[in-house]
């Protein structure tokens, strides 16, 4: 299955490999095979994985993964510190550039599709952030819901409405922010700015899992992680004052917290983290079809 990539290497050991994909499709596996067979290092992107203390649900790699390959930008910043696009492209600039000056091949991998793309092309031209305006989304959140931020952006840009679930309020609320103050759609300013490598050459890889294995891997997934301890990892995590951590409202996460407060009952949570995995995925396969992606077949 790695085949395509050692050959686009090996024509080409100057571009930039990244390997993305839909969650539990087995991206770290893959970058660490090829990265022990090139003497690459594993730049990750992954907007929960950066972050320490969440680690037993962010899929961070195991003890045998590291010891296989160097990973990057795994547990790098402290809880609380925000990362955005921006900042995740300074820091991966900066790993990228070490590595290459070591001799080594740096290896692109994670699920956060909006940072590879930032880190390749760059970012596309946005207003300024406007506390008064978010401040006003906010308002309307407390007051009416999440879902009422979310119909406020399916009235002006359908599009990334459809893109953005309503519980994703920090992104609901910059793509309304966007239209609001420059007048533009989100949607309008992601088609302008297509994947133009600008920033980077690249080659861009995921695996192609049919529907049914993907949701038997995220099912195995789900159990080895509640097994590892996840409840108790984020019980401790509330305890020391995370609840407001960004990494606190990812997909998973968010379940589990919900469970340790009462709102979620036991029983039922396995599912849940299950089926808005499922959901996650299923938007990682939209954004993946927009995209010049390589396909890679899984081995049997």
């Known amino acids: ?5 050692l050959q686009t290497l090996e024509a080409d050991p100057g571009v930039l490999v990244c390997i993305v994909g839909q969650t539990a499709s087995g991206k770290t596996e893959i970058a660490t095979r090829v990265a022990e067979r090139v003497g690459g290092e594993i730049v990750t992107a992954d907007s929960v994985q950066i972050y320490e203390e969440f ?3 962010s899929g961070k790699p195991t003890a045998e993964e590291l010891a296989r390959a160097p990973h990057h930008l795994v547990s790098t910043l402290d809880p609380m510190s925000p990362c955005d696009a921006s900042r995740f492209t300074r820091l991966a600039d900066a790993v990228i550039a070490d590595v290459r000056a070591r001799g080594k091949i740096p290896i692109v991998c994670g699920g956060t599709f909006l940072w590879v793309k ?22 309307m959140v407390d007051r009416e819901g ?20 309503p519980n994703d309020v920090v992104r609901v609320s910059r793509a309304l922010e966007v239209f609001e103050t420059g007048g533009t759609k989100m949607s309008e300013l992601h088609a302008s700015h297509a994947f133009g490598s600008a920033r980077h050459r ?33 019980r401790g995590l509330l305890a020391r004052g995370r609840a407001d951590a960004r990494a606190m409202g990812s997909v998973g996460y968010k379940e589990v917290a919900a469970c340790v407060r009462g709102e979620l009952p036991a029983p039922e949570l396995g599912e849940a983290i299950g089926r808005a995995t499922r959901v996650f995925a299923r938007r990682q396969k939209t954004w993946l079809g927009h995209e010049p992606v390589a396909w890679l077949t899984p081995e049997p």
């Open 55 to 57: 680690d037993v649900g």
């Open 118 to 139: 930032a880190l390749v092309a760059g970012l596309a031209p946005a207003p300024p952030a406007d506390e008064a305006v978010r401040a006003r989304h906010r308002e």
């Open 1 to 5: 299955m790695i085949d395509p990539i």
């Open 146 to 165: 999440r879902n009422a931020l979310h119909a406020a952006l399916a009235k002006i840009d359908p599009e990334s409405a459809a893109r953005l679930h």
């Open 202 to 234: 690249a080659k861009l890889f995921a695996v192609r899992r049919e529907p049914e294995e993907l949701r038997a891997r995220i099912e195995r997934r789900v159990d080895a992680f509640l097994a590892a301890g996840w409840i108790d990892e984020v």
